[in-house]
C-alpha cells in the first residue's frame, strides 16, 4: 500500500471532518484565484475611475476658490454702500475692482475643469451602465446612448441621468435589487439640482444687475446706483452660497464613484468564470460532497461504515488490505459459522464430519 502524503488521514484517526479540499492547499482562498477571469463584458479598469476623481477633487478646489470670490466681491460692495458714492475712497474702488479681476481669472479656470470633468463623468457613467446592463440584462429603462447623452440634452438632464442612476444601482446592488441603499445617491442628485439652482439665479442676476447698473450711469441715473449696488450684493451672496453647495455635491459625487465602483467589483468577484476546474489529487475527489465515493484516504462521508476503514466494494478483497483476520464471531444457536453447519466440530463427540459438509475448510 502506497504511503500516505503528510496531513492525510491514516487508518485508527478521527474521520476528516475539515481542511483544504486537496492536497497542498491551506485553506480557502482569500482572494480571486490566479486561473480567474471577470464577467465577460465587465470593464473593470480604473484609468478611467482615477482621472474621474483627480478632475473631481480639482473642479472642488476652484468652486470653493469661485465661492471665496463672490464672498470678496459682497465684502467690498458692503464698503461702498458705507462709504456712498460721494466719499468713495479709491482704495475702496481698486479693491472693487481687484475683487472683480479675481472672480473672471478663477470663473475661467473652473469653466475649463468642470467642462473636462463633465466629459469624463460621461465616460465613467457610460461604462458603468454597460457593466450594469452584463450584471442584469434587460432591466433598464434606457439605453448605453442615455447614459451619456443625457447630460448634454437640456430639460432631459433633470431627470433622465438620476432614473439610469437608479436602474445602474439596483443592477450592481450584491444584496440584489430590493436591498439596494441609495441614500447616498439621492443626497448627491438633491443636492446638485439645488447648488445648480443657486448658482444659476445667483450668477444671473449678479450679471442682470451688473448690466442695470452700467447703463443707469450712462444715462446719467445716479440717484440709483445704490439700489443697483444692493442688488449685487444681495446676488453675490446667493452665488457664493450655490457655489458651496456645488462643492458639497462635488464631494457627494467622489462618494458615488467610490460606491458604485465597489458594488460592480463585488458582483464581478461573485461572478467570476475559471479558465479551467482544478485537477483532482491523488487522494480526495476534486469536489468532494457528502455523496462522493470515498478514497482510500478520503474522509467518510455520512453513509460509510462505521469504525476506520470504509465497507468493501463487490470486487474489493475481503477483508481489506492492513485490517487483518476477521474477528472470531460467537457460536450461534445452530453451531458456529464455521465448520459443520449441523452438527459438533470433529473431536467433540458423535459421527465423523462429512467431508461434503463440512464448511469452507472442506473445498
Not at 249 to 271: C, F, I, N
Request: hydrophobic share 45%.
Amino acid at each position: 500500500m502506497p504511503a500516505a502524503p503528510p496531513g492525510a488521514w491514516q487508518p485508527g484517526a478521527p474521520p476528516f471532518t475539515g481542511g483544504p479540499a486537496y492536497p497542498g492547499a491551506s485553506g480557502p482562498p482569500s482572494g480571486p484565484p490566479s486561473g480567474a477571469v471577470p464577467l465577460a463584458g465587465m470593464d473593470l479598469r480604473r484609468g478611467v475611475r482615477v482621472s474621474l476623481t483627480a478632475l473631481l477633487t480639482l473642479s472642488l478646489l476652484a468652486v470653493l476658490l469661485l465661492a471665496a470670490a463672490r464672498f470678496q466681491q459682497r465684502g467690498v460692495l458692503g464698503d461702498v454702500l458705507d462709504e456712498g458714492a460721494a466719499d468713495l475712497s479709491d482704495a475702496t474702488a481698486d479693491r472693487a475692482n481687484d475683487a472683480d479681476t479675481f472672480y473672471a481669472s478663477v470663473s475661467l479656470v473652473a469653466a475649463v475643469l468642470g467642462l473636462g470633468t463633465l466629459v469624463l463623468w460621461a465616460v465613467w457613467f457610460r461604462r458603468a451602465r454597460l457593466n450594469a446592463e452584463v450584471l442584469a440584462p434587460g432591466t433598464h429603462r434606457f439605453g448605453s446612448g442615455w447614459a451619456a447623452g443625457a447630460w448634454f440634452t437640456p430639460v432631459a438632464n433633470l431627470w433622465f441621468p438620476k432614473q439610469i442612476a437608479n436602474d445602474i444601482y439596483r443592477a450592481s446592488a450584491p444584496a440584489g435589487p430590493q436591498g439596494v441603499r441609495k441614500g447616498l445617491l439621492n443626497a448627491w442628485w438633491v443636492c446638485g439640482l439645488v447648488a445648480g439652482a443657486l448658482s444659476a439665479m445667483g450668477a444671473f442676476g449678479y450679471a442682470t444687475a451688473e448690466a442695470m447698473m452700467r447703463r443707469h450711469l450712462r444715462q446719467g441715473r445716479f440717484g440709483d446706483w445704490e439700489d443697483d449696488v444692493r442688488q449685487l450684493k444681495l446676488f453675490a451672496g446667493m452665488s457664493a452660497f450655490g457655489y458651496l453647495m456645488c462643492a458639497a455635491a462635488g464631494a457627494l459625487a467622489l462618494l458615488v464613484v467610490r460606491q458604485l465602483t465597489r458594488m460592480q467589483e463585488e458582483r464581478a468577484l461573485d461572478g467570476l468564470v475559471y479558465d479551467a476546474p482544478p485537477a483532482p489529487g491523488p487522494y480526495a475527489a476534486p469536489y468532494p460532497g457528502p455523496y462522493a465515493a470515498p478514497g482510500p484516504y478520503a474522509a467518510p462521508g455520512p453513509f460509510a461504515a462505521p469504525g476506520g476503514y470504509q465497507a468493501p466494494g463487490p470486487y474489493a478483497p475481503y477483508p481489506p488490505s492492513g485490517q487483518g483476520p476477521l474477528p472470531v464471531p460467537p457460536a450461534g444457536p445452530y453451531g458456529p459459522s464455521y465448520g459443520a453447519p449441523y452438527g459438533p466440530q470433529h473431536g467433540a463427540g458423535g459421527p465423523a464430519p462429512n467431508p461434503y459438509n463440512g464448511g469452507p475448510a472442506s473445498y
